[in-house]
């Protein structure tokens, strides 16, 4: 990739087009003010050199194909969950049954460390959006010292209702596939649809919620 199509005067996310996105992935931060970038390796590494970075970058693509995606902020809402600024996610389960589209399932994936790619995975309340009761004394460990776990407990998810209009109208639009995973994000600039999986980790999204066989037979 040459660095007139990397640096785009924006911030980006670099990800693999296939594998999990939680792993081999990458934020390239842009800065206005001093018209500089700032890419992430991992949560101690950083590159600030263009050119180094355009190397680095390139040496990813001799393995294999990656996406390049708009980095996204947190929306202001979100973002007193967690002192951590990588994006918090949504993983929103639909399926098509006859001619209906259904929501059956939903996760709110929070980063616990700056560019560590971990997360901690709770399940969303599918009718009404909010955070699935759970007990924080579990989670009193120094890596969840990140996330708010009192904001949290029974937490409203802002925008729910657009979440699932987007989900149902995108599936929509995939009439012949029965089940979809869909990645969203709260931004600053609203919700996104940031992508839609075949394959959705079906474990998951039953750790910590209710069991989903009576909504997929």
Same mark, same amino acid.
């Not at 842009?30 to 355009?54: P, R, T």
């Not at 390139?58 to 390049?68: I, M, R, S, T």
């Not at 209009?165 to 609203?190: C, F, R």
């Given at each position: 990739?040459?660095?007139?199509? #990397?640096?785009?005067? %924006?911030?980006?996310?670099?990800?693999?087009?296939?594998?999990?996105?939680?792993?081999?992935?990458?934020?390239?931060?842009?800065?206005?003010?001093?018209?500089?970038?700032?890419?992430?390796?991992?949560?101690?590494?950083?590159?600030?050199?263009?050119?180094?970075?355009?190397?680095?970058?390139?040496?990813?693509?001799?393995?294999?194909?990656?996406?390049?995606?708009?980095?996204?902020?947190?929306? %202001?809402?979100l973002q007193p969950?967690?002192?951590?600024?990588?994006?918090?996610?949504?993983?929103?389960?639909?399926?098509?049954?006859?001619?209906?589209?259904?929501?059956?399932?939903?996760?709110?994936?929070?980063?616990?460390?700056?560019?560590?790619?971990?997360?901690?995975?709770?399940?969303?309340?599918?009718?009404?959006?909010?955070?699935?009761?759970?007990?924080?004394?579990?989670? %009193?460990?120094?890596?969840?010292?990140?996330?708010?776990?009192?904001? #949290?407990?029974?937490?409203?998810i802002p925008f729910?209702?657009?979440?699932?209009?987007?989900?149902?109208?995108?599936?929509?639009?995939?009439?012949?596939?029965?089940?979809?995973?869909?990645?969203?994000?709260?931004?600053?600039?609203?919700? %996104?649809?940031?992508?839609?999986?075949?394959?959705?980790?079906?474990?998951?999204?039953?750790?910590?919620?209710?069991?989903?066989?009576?909504?997929?037979?």
């Open positions: 990739i040459t660095k007139h199509k #990397l640096f785009q005067a %924006k911030s980006m996310f670099i990800k693999p087009v296939f594998g999990s996105g939680q792993t081999d992935n990458y934020p390239l931060h842009y800065n206005k003010i001093s018209d500089s970038y700032l890419f992430g390796v991992d949560a101690n590494e950083s590159i600030y050199s263009a050119a180094l970075i355009n190397s680095f970058v390139n040496n990813l693509l001799k393995d294999k194909a990656y996406l390049f995606q708009s980095l996204y902020n947190n929306h %202001k809402l969950l967690t002192v951590v600024k990588d994006l918090i996610t949504f993983r929103v389960i639909s399926v098509k049954k006859n001619t209906e589209i259904e929501i059956i399932s939903a996760l709110i994936e929070i980063p616990l460390l700056q560019n560590h790619k971990q997360y901690w995975v709770l399940p969303i309340n599918v009718e009404n959006g909010t955070v699935l009761t759970f007990n924080a004394e579990e989670f %009193k460990l120094a890596i969840f010292e990140t996330v708010d776990l009192n904001l #949290l407990q029974n937490y409203q729910w209702k657009i979440i699932c209009k987007y989900v149902m109208q995108a599936h929509e639009l995939i009439p012949n596939v029965y089940s979809l995973g869909w990645d969203l994000a709260i931004t600053s600039d609203g919700v %996104k649809l940031i992508e839609s999986n075949f394959c959705w980790a079906t474990e998951v999204h039953q750790k910590n919620g209710p069991l989903l066989r009576k909504h997929l037979f």
